[in-house]
């Protein structure tokens, strides 16, 4: 018998969807053939919900050379060649089905034959349940004929059982038992037998109970420790594993308990065939394992807090911000006492103090997924004042813009008492539209003018409400060009201690500086922020460089000043001898636009290898750069420099 096996990714992909497909899913195409007379059959579809539809074309014909519904048929093929069968499973009762493709050589014309006998195929095959046995005797071959007999050690008669190549037998009693099987090839005349022992072990009193067959499993990191549920001698196993999106099972234990190592994080299913051998049966578990350990990573506590919003004794406590690695185990004590009590087990929860009181909370973040923790203990001071007013002091309307688009946030921390309702109306208009009611949410306002925002706050634990206003000009024009005219590097100084502040409030602008030590090739990253203070180490000359960047319109400046620290008291605001300047627009396309409020000096374009591109001075502040390559480019003049990009 010839089989013809489908790919393991179509069985992994019928295991994976839908555990009924799978006997479709298995199926082969197996034959026989004498010359040009062939014997098929598609194997392990035996079932009555199995439907099939099988076509044969000769290479290179769309007309079917043959067709048949059935399982089982054969052809005899007028000539030579290379003929294509397709195979159509589908099974009308889990609503799955199947399509498979075999090629067959047709070498041989139906005036020649093999004359000597071929006895490769004559084997004694089976598969048992308990005492009942399915035999099959090798592949099949219009030529052969089969009788077989069966004896019992110790007996002295054979009994024939069959004259069929496939059948089923049930033995009487356990015991051994001896198959002998003649084959008479009636095509060449001549024949054959095989003898072989069989050991008919089952007791047909007891079933398999899988209640004992599991996938339990503990783990660090990556390394696991997996446990076949509890133990029993007459289990064996195997357990094999695969990764998502791949296409090989590999084998890793036949023991009940072992450990794994996965090689990389990702998602894994895990398949362990339990077979029982006292009573020759089995059953497969597949389960999914999702391994997210990263042993490069340390642990992150930024979202690990302690919050909470109260009215009265009731509490409702929030441990920061969702992080599915996190595990959590909150106790409370009471000061002046000595046992701390847990209270919960969970991210968010509600805790009522049994009376007032100063206390402590803690609370242990332990992250699974990178086996590290931390500790975290917070004071409350319980005094449950029912007369209390609501505190709105924390009820803000905030805000950033990029353009039109605003993102609004209602305070600054999360309070679970109060809820939200937001609404904008434009100047001159008279109606009123809601817009959210989220504490932070997002809004485009449809066109530039004057709008007025308006933020109910009500507070449902002590029940009481509050209403803010606000009035927002949005003035976004998407042509706009960048204004650095408040871009600036002013300073104030006690001998080497300096206060900078980087030019007026604009709250489009992000900033960005940095120390420059001439001499050393050293930059230093000083503040992101418009005002800070900076303490130089010495005396001597420094640089100091800000990138000025518009979130609005999306386009930067950078400008540069030179310090000389001689740790002399300098009043007031002072600023440098080099007055500053900006460049429009940036990024440029043909041209570069340089304002210069100082006297006339030499202007230089460099690129980032310091090659001169340009060469000028302030009388003519514009730069043709149709002619410049794409990139990052510094415009120098004097002591200071401007970042700028050109991009065509």
Known sequence: ?????????????????????????????????????????????????????????????????????????????????????RVSIKNTCTKCDTLFYNTIHVTCGSSSSSTSCNWSKAKIQYSAKCKNYTFEMGSIDT?????????????????????????????????LYYIKTTFYNKCHQCDTFIAQPINVTCDTT???????????????????????????????????VIKAGTSTWDTISHSRVFNYTFASTGLYYIKTKFYNKCHQCDTAIVQSINVTCDTTKTCDWSK??????????????????????????????????STWDTISHNRV????????????????????????????VQSLNVTCDTTKTCDWSKAKIQFSAKCKNYTFEMGGYIDTCVKYTTATIKAGSSTYDTISNSRVFNYTFPSTG???????????????????????????????????????????????????????????????????????????????????????????????????????????????????????SISGIYQPNMANFYVVPNPADNYLRVDFAGSTTEIVLQDLKGVVIYRGNTINPVINTSEIQNGIYFLRIGFQTARVEIIH
């Not at 807090?305 to 004794?313: D, L, M």
């Not at 441990?319 to 006492?337: H, R």
Request: with cysteine; glycine share 4%.
């Open 349 to 376: 929860f509600n805790y009522t103090f049994a009376s007032t009181g100063l206390y402590y909370i803690k609370t242990k973040f332990y992250n699974k997924c990178h086996q590290c923790d931390t500790a975290i």
């Open 450 to 568: 004057l709008y007025y925002v308006v933020t109910h706050f009500y507070n449902k634990c002590h029940n009481c409400d509050t209403v803010i206003y606000r009035p927002i000009q949005v003035n976004c024009d998407s042509t706009y060009s960048c204004n650095f005219s408040k871009a600036k590097i002013q300073y104030s100084a006690k001998c080497n201690k300096y206060t900078f502040e980087m030019g007026s409030i604009d709250t489009c602008l992000q900033y960005s500086t940095v120390l420059y030590t001439p001499g050393t090739n050293q930059f230093t990253t000083l503040s992101s922020s418009r005002v800070f203070s900076y303490t130089f180490p010495s005396k001597g000359t420094y640089q100091i460089a800000t990138l000025f960047h518009d979130k609005c319109h999306n386009c930067d400046t950078l400008l540069y000043t030179q310090i000389n620290v001689s740790c002399d």
């Open 1 to 85: 018998m010839k089989y013809i096996l489908l790919f393991a990714p179509l069985f992994l992909l019928s295991l994976l969807s839908d555990a009924q497909c799978t006997g479709t899913f298995n199926s082969h195409l197996a034959f026989s053939d004498s010359c040009n007379k062939y014997q098929f059959e598609v194997t392990h579809t035996v079932d009555t919900c199995n439907k099939h539809d099988i076509k044969v074309f000769k290479n290179g014909s769309t007309t079917p050379y043959y067709t048949t519904t059935s399982r089982n048929f054969k052809v005899t093929f007028a000539d030579t060649g290379t003929y294509i069968v």
């Open 206 to 240: 007891k079933t398999c109970n899988w209640s004992k067959a599991k996938i339990q499993y503990s783990a660090k990191c990556k390394n696991y420790t997996f446990e076949m549920g509890s133990i029993d001698t007459c289990l064996q196993y195997t357990t094999t």
């Open 304 to 337: 690990a807090k302690i919050q909470y919003s109260a009215k009265c004794r009731n509490y409702t406590f929030e441990m920061g911000s969702i992080d599915t690695c996190l595990q959590y185990t909150t106790t409370v004590i009471k000061a002046g006492t």
């Open 143 to 175: 030529c052969l004929q089969y009788t077989t007999a069966v004896i019992k050690a110790g007996t002295s008669t054979w009994d024939t059982v069959s004259h069929n190549r496939v059948f089923n037998y049930t033995f009487a009693s356990t015991g």
